[in-house]
């Protein structure tokens, strides 16, 4: 079971460069998301996505892309990275996350990124 | 609006020591429930869960029961062992909207 797969797991960026963190989940869940981690604030979300074609802002989405055109993938991009984006990013999807479901999310083994 | 506070860490307990991580939410509705154990280089990864009130959740020894009336989902271990080293993170689920919200998380260290 690959479940949740995120690519790189390491990634050192200079500021004001682009990149692509990737995510991809074999589960075929219709919820997938980004968070970050930051040392004391837990994990923050990003961006998040209800299904192929439908994606909305969470807590923190400035300075990020997303897009969802397929139901397994949801890159995260960022146009021009900046110094506060180092972080460790997690991407994480669930059959429903609210609902009558109560599906838990399943996460990804993260990307560490690091902006100079 | 929703939210999740949790025990302030780190926490340092013996082996067989009694954990317990304090966890309390605000939500608006019924929320769902969560523990999430992230061990140190992965992602989280789902320890238990419980979707209304009194319920129970339990798993490898661990506990938490969702108290309504406290608004908490406290975590509980009779007998913490060395590899119950992480961090641990409270979450709940909206059931009226589309997103997870997570404590700032409490690290653990089980000493032998």
């Known amino acids: 079971n690959a479940g949740v797969t995120q690519t790189p797991k390491f990634q050192v960026l200079k500021t004001g460069q682009s990149m692509t963190l990737q995510c991809a989940q074999d589960?075929?869940?219709?919820?997938m998301s980004w968070y970050r981690q930051d040392p004391g604030m837990g994990l923050r979300l990003i961006h998040y996505?209800?299904?192929?074609?439908?994606?909305d802002q969470g807590e923190v989405p400035n300075g990020y892309n997303v897009s969802r055109s397929t139901t397994e993938d949801f890159p995260l991009r960022l146009l021009s990275a900046a110094p506060s984006q180092t972080s460790v990013y997690f991407c994480?999807?669930?059959?429903?996350?609210?609902?009558?479901?109560?599906?838990?999310?399943?996460f990804g083994n993260g990307t560490r990124l690091t902006v100079t | 609006g929703n939210s999740v506070t949790q025990m302030e860490g780190p926490v340092t307990l013996s082996e067989e020591a009694f954990l317990t991580i304090n966890c309390t939410y605000t939500?608006?509705?019924?929320?769902?429930l969560f523990w999430y154990v992230q061990y140190p280089g992965e992602g989280l990864q789902l320890l238990l869960k419980?979707?209304?009130?009194?319920d129970k959740g339990s798993n490898k020894g661990f506990e938490a029961t969702y108290r309504k009336e406290t608004t908490s989902f406290h975590l509980e271990k009779g007998s913490v062992q060395v590899s119950d080293s992480a961090v641990y993170f409270c979450?709940?689920?909206?059931?009226?909207?589309?997103?997870?919200?997570f404590g700032t998380g409490t690290s653990l260290t089980v000493i032998p």
């Open positions: 996505s209800v299904g192929a074609g439908i994606t």
């Open positions: 589960m075929n869940h219709e919820y």
């Open positions: 979450a709940l689920s909206d059931r009226a909207g589309n997103q997870f919200y």
């Open positions: 939500a608006t509705g019924y929320p769902s």
């Open positions: 994480a999807s669930s059959y429903s996350p609210g609902g009558k479901s109560n599906s838990p999310l399943h």
């Open positions: 419980a979707t209304k009130a009194d």
